[in-house]
T-cell receptor, first 113, second 110 residues
Framework: DVKVTQSSRYLVKRTGEKVFLECVQD?????MFWYRQDPGLGLRLIYF???????EKGDIPEGYSVSREKKERFSLILESASTNQTSMYLC????????????FGEGSRLTVL | GQQVMQIPQYQHVQEGEDFTTYCNSS?????IQWYKQRPGGHPVFLIQ?????EVKKQKRLTFQFGEAKKNSSLHITATQTTDVGTYFC??????????FGTGTRLTIIP
């Protein structure tokens, strides 16, 4: 089974803090994604990567950056957290191209005070 | 931008009743996927539809892709308590990313 592990299930941070969300997968998938999920808005794509050191902006990249130094690890970075970044963050991987089946992690619920 | 509209946002049904959720796009999709998210869980892939007019079944679930590849539906026959959750469609516009609908939250009244 594909395992997608997100480093923290719950985080509470203060406005202006730098936040790292890490995602690790064990299935050798090329494609990795970061989504945020908000009530009534569904899942919105922040960034994705289809190779090491490659990254592409999704629909809502503002206020976020990503890092992919190793194939199995994809990190989401909030340089200066703001209250409107309070959300559920979901990491996903896909092995068969950008529109293949997505495998999601358990999610990281971030609260910014 | 390209959007996938999904309705209804909520659906409450008596156990044993049928349930349907619909997704619509203003432009043609390359394919569409469906996911289920249980309360407190993460989305789990259900199926992918690729061909125009395609119909696929998984036990009590029936998935359809419209002839114009602009709409899709998920129908559940005789709902059970295990069907509770939020159902998402996700469309591929051929632009290297999936666009998710806003989801339909299904609750079952026993």
């Amino acid at each position: 089974d594909v395992k997608v592990t997100q480093s923290s299930r719950y985080l509470v941070k203060r406005t202006g803090e730098k936040v790292f969300l890490e995602c690790v997968q064990d299935m050798d998938h090329e494609n990795m994604f970061w989504y945020r999920q908000d009530p009534g808005l569904g899942l919105r794509l922040i960034y994705f990567s289809y190779d090491v050191k490659m990254k592409e902006k999704g629909d809502i990249p503002e206020g976020y950056s990503v890092s992919r130094e190793k194939k199995e690890r994809f990190s989401l970075i909030l340089e200066s957290a703001s209250t409107n970044q309070t959300s559920m963050y979901l990491c996903a991987t896909a092995g068969t191209g950008y529109s293949g089946e997505l495998f999601f992690g358990e999610g990281s619920r971030l609260t910014v005070l | 931008g390209q959007q996938v509209m999904q309705i209804p946002q909520y659906q409450h049904v008596q156990e044993g009743e049928d349930f349907t959720t619909y997704c619509n796009s203003s432009t043609t999709l390359s394919n569409i996927q469906w996911y289920k998210q249980r309360p407190g869980g993460h989305p789990v892939f259900l199926i992918q539809l690729v061909k125009s007019g395609e119909v696929k079944k998984q036990k009590r679930l029936t998935f359809q892709f419209g002839e114009a590849k602009k709409n899709s539906s998920l129908h559940i026959t005789a709902t059970q308590t295990t069907d509770v959750g939020t159902y998402f469609c996700a469309g591929d516009f051929g632009n290297e990313k999936l666009t998710f609908g806003t989801g339909t939250r299904l609750t079952i009244i026993p």
